[in-house]
């Protein structure tokens, strides 16, 4: 967890391939692309996260000896090559699309231009960073949404692979719309809420349920959430936590975030039945929490058996993406240096044609209903290519040719995704603080349709490729596919 020193995090052939570099001499700009294929736990799109840990380690990239060192005990890397890397630098060029953005498949999400040795060797690293934490604030986002405006609290640190996953999985999963998180140390960090209540050992380490539930609450007053469920939830948590909450109210202390836990059990019909007898006791305001094992899918289903919850702590399936535990982001080569100033367009093919790539330096423009604000469609492009919103425009799905549609002058707006990151290895970016991450992410679901939000069968947004991209690669494709 120590972002001053993860320069040897990164996989070996991206040293190996560095030192082959160095040894021909080979130090021309290149250009990579940052982009994934599918979207995870089939949902109809992703969030974007992680560039503030990208920043952070790209200013901190340096080889110290230690780190020299080991590499020269692995008897693989020469002395002259070694050197180099005693004064490494990034360089070169980073754009990225903001965190909390809105992203779909094949779009660039970094975009990263320098001298192939520095843009070789951060690939591992910004993989990492970015794949996990927009894999979980993508999950987050849909288990928010399946709460339908209650709170989701994540719980997840003791379920997490391992202290990283913990602490910056509960930072995605703040962005993606979580209202806090159980992880003190996310808390401190990233400057986000931390929630919770207590724990069944709390009360099995009184004399009894209800002195248990009496000491907790006159020692938090303002945030009394009482966990009803260590032996009997209806016949004895509840009525234990009722019982308290009046000697509170006749005793003149007020009590605020107050309610009860349920961690067990059919949480629909304890639900209802909870409510029925707060609601009885004059306790109309008290919240009822639920945690054991939550996701979307049990949370809409709950919801639909009218389950009488207010708030909702996802653990496991939240913080390791339980149905889809990897984001599949890639990092490819998109250009090189001709140099002459410019750049060569490079392609990869393959058998699989979801693994073709985009060839050249390319930017995402998005276009939204001027009415709505909803997104109509994305368009990945050149970056030299200009798009006035005062033209008529034809747009295609590239995966789907026959999903098109025409936008006329004043029924569209445009915006550029890709921002400066880094000029020149200097950073240009100030990465904004975490709840303002997430209350701009709100923003951007916002500007989808519930269509395009369902869990299941989602209508995707289109993406299309402009036509001097799509002419590039076809021209490519014929070019690389000719026998010699």
């Known amino acids: ?109 970094l975009r990263v231009k320098a001298p192939i040795m520095e843009a070789q060797i951060i690939e591992a690293a910004v993989l990492n960073i970015v794949n996990h934490q927009s894999l979980i604030a993508t999950k987050a986002s849909r288990v928010v949404w399946s709460a339908s405006g209650d709170a989701v609290m994540e719980f997840g640190l003791r379920r997490a692979q391992g202290p990283d996953a913990g602490v910056y999985g509960a930072r995605a999963a703040i962005i993606g719309g979580c209202a806090g998180t159980s992880n003190v140390l996310t808390g401190k960090m990233f400057g986000v809420p931390v929630l919770g209540t207590h724990a069944h050992s709390w009360v099995m380490s009184f004399p009894s349920e209800v002195e248990a539930f009496r000491h907790y609450a006159r020692t938090f007053p303002e945030q009394c959430t009482l966990l009803v469920d260590t032996y009997d939830t209806l016949r004895s948590g509840v009525p234990n936590a009722i019982k308290v909450f009046q000697e509170m109210k006749d005793e003149g202390i007020e009590l605020k975030n107050y309610g009860i836990r349920l961690d067990s059990g059919d949480l629909a019909y304890l639900s209802k ?62 250009a090189e240096s001709d140099g002459n100033g410019g750049f060569i ?10 693994k073709v790539t985009n060839p050249g330096i390319k930017k995402v423009l998005r276009f939204y209903d001027k009415s ?9 492009c050149l970056e030299d290519e200009v798009y006035s919103e005062n033209q008529k425009i034809k747009l295609f799905d590239h995966m789907a040719k026959w999903r098109k549609m025409v936008l006329h002058p004043g029924e569209y707006t445009i915006r550029e995704l890709l921002v400066p990151v880094f000029i020149g290895g200097e950073c240009v970016y100030e990465s904004p603080a975490v709840m303002d991450i997430r209350a701009y992410c709100q923003g951007e679901l916002d500007t989808l349709w519930d269509e395009h939000r369902r869990l299941a069968n989602p209508h995707t947004v289109p993406v299309d490729l402009s036509d001097k991209l799509l002419d590039l690669k076809n021209k490519l494709i014929e070019e690389m596919s000719e026998p010699e």
Do not use: H
């Open 273 to 334: 039945k909870a409510r029925k007898m707060l609601d009885e006791a004059g306790f109309t305001d008290a919240k009822i929490t639920a945690s054991s094992d939550l996701d979307e899918y049990l949370i809409m289903s709950l919801k639909l058996q009218g389950a009488k919850i207010n708030n909702w702590g996802v653990g496991t399936k939240l913080i390791t993406s339980d149905d889809c535990p990897s984001f599949g982001g890639v990092y490819k080569l998109a």
């Open 345 to 354: 367009p490079k392609i990869k093919l393959s058998n699989n044609p979801s």
């Open 372 to 380: 709505t604000g909803k997104i109509k469609a994305d368009l990945i």
């Open 1 to 109: 967890m120590n972002l001053g020193n993860m320069s040897l995090l990164t996989d070996f052939y991206e040293l190996t391939m560095m030192q082959g570099y160095f040894n021909a001499g080979n130090d021309k700009t290149v250009v990579f692309d940052v982009f994934y294929r599918v979207n995870p736990s089939e949902n109809g799109f992703a969030i974007a996260a992680g560039l503030e840990q990208v920043i952070d380690y790209i200013k901190n990239l340096k080889f110290n000896e230690d780190d020299i060192d080991y590499l020269r005990s692995m008897n693989t890397f020469s002395d002259e090559f070694l050197d180099y890397l005693k004064t490494f630098k990034f360089t070169g060029d980073i754009y990225a699309i903001p965190e909390g953005t809105v992203v779909f498949p094949t779009e660039p999400l």
